[in-house]
């Protein structure tokens, strides 16, 4: 017999992807603690305000593979920490970080394939919980680098973001 039952609500999430290819600086040596194209807005990036960000794969053009924290916020950071400054997060910024992930530098968590390294991280399984309200909201993250690199292009790097909205 069917179950006739009625359903309230919505069962599941929709699944959202962004692409974000920061502006980094192109043959200069980024040093461990430097930004990394600077706080990067993923627009849309949640239903409701809330969420679970899935997984991110970073495709390097320039093949540097360097090892990179990456920080999520609930909230807009007070500062735009500049692409390539040393990051110092300030103590209001440090309460809205609501995860970060770690993508060690070279063969440890890069592969190469045609050309370019990719390093996918999941499953992550942050969940994000937005201060702000609204059908849509942003989110923001921040890249900082935990080895050297140079990359040769401005737009070396393209960070792809999986996440489950509610």
């Known amino acids: 017999m069917p179950n006739t039952a009625p359903s309230i609500g919505q069962t599941g999430g929709l699944t959202w992807c962004s692409q974000i290819v920061p502006t980094v600086t192109a043959n200069s040596a980024y040093?461990?603690?430097q930004s990394v194209g600077g706080v990067q807005v993923v627009s849309d990036a949640f239903i409701n305000?809330?969420?679970i960000v899935q997984n991110v794969t970073?495709?390097?053009k320039?093949?540097?593979s360097i090892g990179m924290n990456v920080m999520i916020f609930n909230q807009q950071p007070s500062s735009s920490y500049p692409d390539k400054s040393a990051v110092t997060l300030s103590a209001a910024d440090m309460l809205k970080v609501v995860g970060i992930f770690t993508i060690s530098s070279g063969s440890r968590g890069w592969t190469t394939a045609g050309g370019v390294t990719i390093?996918?991280?999941c499953p992550l399984g942050i969940p994000v919980a937005m201060t702000?309200?609204?059908t849509r909201t942003t989110m923001w993250?921040?890249?900082i680098a935990t080895s050297a690199g140079t990359f040769t292009t401005t737009s070396g790097l393209i960070f792809?973001?999986?996440m489950l909205q509610d």
Request: no cysteine; glycine share 16%; charged share 5%.
């Open 31 to 33: 040093a461990s603690g």
């Open 160 to 162: 792809n973001y999986g």
């Open 49 to 51: 305000s809330s969420g």
């Open 132 to 134: 702000t309200t609204g």
């Open 141 to 143: 993250v921040l890249p």
């Open 119 to 121: 390093s996918t991280t």
């Open 62 to 64: 320039n093949s540097q």
């Open 58 to 60: 970073i495709l390097d």
